[in-house]
């Protein structure tokens, strides 16, 4: 019985979390415009307090990546930080009012590290959605 | 009993309401969190299946980048070079109906880029049926099959459809737990991009294309690390062993990386990554990873029929 329960618990927060998570990707889609062509894939990670997503990538030269990352149903919930292979710091979006979406114009390949957490004053947790739009 | 369950169940809502209110249009009402520059070590998220710990999110490049690549450096459309259509139903098991998904996503990107719509609507058929078979909802196809058939002759615009279709069967297999066949679905859709290169390698001799197989060196680290994470069964045992002697073929690869001061214009919201690059391999590596490469395909594309 009390298996039985725990199941129904994390069943039902499990629900929650992936409502949540839809929700915020239809917000996020928004700041992949027509320009863009997406890659094809869905990041999502459920935040707790001050945990960090890690999102590892690798940017073509030529090419120019638009990032979007979100979290709940408005924009400027989630902070995000762009390091190279070498942990240097290339971008951090909380410099420009945790911007939703940017663009990086890449000169050379490289591997990058996106590191994604929710902005503390923004909530204690939720669930982060980051997607990524190209063009050459 | 009952009042214990009636606890359990407070929680659950407790739990169902914290979650789905994180977004708060009130932000001076949530908890406040450490600063952003705590210097703190930060824990690891919980991962996209959402009950998972630990997790990493890894990203493969899109196999349009390398078909638009193809075409960029005068390579011809070769008709030779795809997977050849069959029923699917002669894929009859999911991980291979997931990989070979993938494969002809790779397909039809490269059919878009040489505007060969037509032939692209008809493999769309073909992956509409892989789709279901994995369970991706029929409603996203048919949605898109609509859109692609009314702007045919819009290159353009077919491709941001097949790149959405892409995104939103990833999107609907995570949300339904299902991250292995994602996986396998990046897996096929990789290994067909690559053997698109090294197939036009062996005509065109292009520095860009020669580049475009050096630069997989990392996204390979970064495909074994997300098929390692469905791998708890075993069942990716073999995929994984061929991944891994790829990868040390991958390691002859000579590459360079040296960080340059990147430029940010925040009226535009660009930032221009100025950081150099270079990777190199002979011609008898470039051989050894194209063998490879075909050997991986030829698993996956082998019907149950062959």
Same mark, same amino acid.
């Given at each position: 019985m009390r298996n039985l329960i725990l199941i129904c618990v994390l069943f039902l927060a499990s629900v929650g979390a992936n409502a949540q998570c839809e929700i915020t990707a239809d917000v996020c889609q928004t700041h992949i415009s027509s320009q863009y062509l997406s890659d094809g894939q869905h990041y999502r990670a459920l935040l707790l307090s001050d945990q960090v997503a890690e999102f590892n990538a690798t940017l073509y030269g030529g090419t120019t990546y638009r990032l979007a990352g979100c979290s709940g149903t408005q924009d400027g919930n989630l902070q995000y930080r762009v390091f190279d292979s070498q942990r240097n710091l290339l971008f951090k979006n909380d410099e420009f009012q945790n911007a939703p979406h940017w663009d990086f114009q890449v000169e050379a390949t490289l591997d990058v590290i996106i590191e994604a957490q929710l902005d503390p004053i923004a909530g204690a947790s939720g669930c982060a959605v980051m997607l990524m739009g190209f063009r050459r | 009993m009952k009042s214990s369950l009636y606890f359990l169940l407070s929680i659950a809502i407790i739990s169902v309401l914290t979650l789905s209110s994180c977004g708060s249009e009130d932000p001076k009402n949530m908890d406040s969190g450490p600063s952003s520059e705590s210097s703190e070590p930060k824990a690891k998220a919980s991962g996209s299946s959402l009950l998972k710990v630990g997790d990493k999110l890894f990203n493969l490049p899109s196999p349009l980048e390398t078909a638009m690549l193809i075409e960029?450096?005068?390579?011809?459309?070769? *008709?030779?070079? @795809?997977?050849?259509?069959v029923d699917a139903g002669q894929y009859s098991v999911k991980i291979k109906q997931a990989m070979n998904l993938g494969v002809y996503g790779a397909d039809l990107g490269y059919y878009l880029i040489y505007n060969q719509s037509q032939k692209a609507c008809t493999l769309l058929a073909t992956t509409k049926k892989l789709g279901a078979e994995l369970g991706i909802s029929p409603a996203l196809y048919k949605g898109l099959m609509k859109r692609f058939e009314g702007n045919m002759e819009n290159k353009d615009s077919l491709l941001i459809f097949v790149s959405e279709l892409n995104r939103l069967s990833d999107e609907y297999l995570k949300e339904n737990e299902? *991250?292995? @066949? #994602?996986?396998?679905? @990046?897996?096929?859709?990789?290994? *067909?991009? @690559?053997?698109?290169?090294? *197939?036009? #390698?062996?005509?065109?001799?292009?520095?860009?294309l020669r580049a475009r197989v050096g630069e997989q060196k990392n996204t390979l680290v970064n495909l074994i690390g997300f098929i390692t994470l469905q791998n708890s069964d075993g069942r990716f045992d073999d995929i994984l062993a061929s991944l891994n002697d790829l990868k040390a073929s991958f390691a002859k690869v000579n590459s360079t990386y040296s960080y340059f001061e990147p430029e940010t214009k925040p009226d535009q919201k660009l930032t221009i990554i100025k950081s150099k690059s270079s990777v190199e391999l002979d011609n008898a590596l470039m051989e050894e990873i194209s063998n490879k490469i075909t050997a991986l395909r030829k698993n996956i594309i082998t019907t149950s029929a062959s």
């Open positions: - | 960029e450096v005068g390579g011809h459309f070769n *008709e030779s070079m @795809l997977n050849p259509v299902s *991250e292995d @066949l #994602s996986a396998m679905i @990046l897996y096929g859709g990789w290994v *067909e991009s @690559l053997y698109f290169v090294s *197939e036009l #390698s062996k005509s065109l001799d292009n520095d860009a």
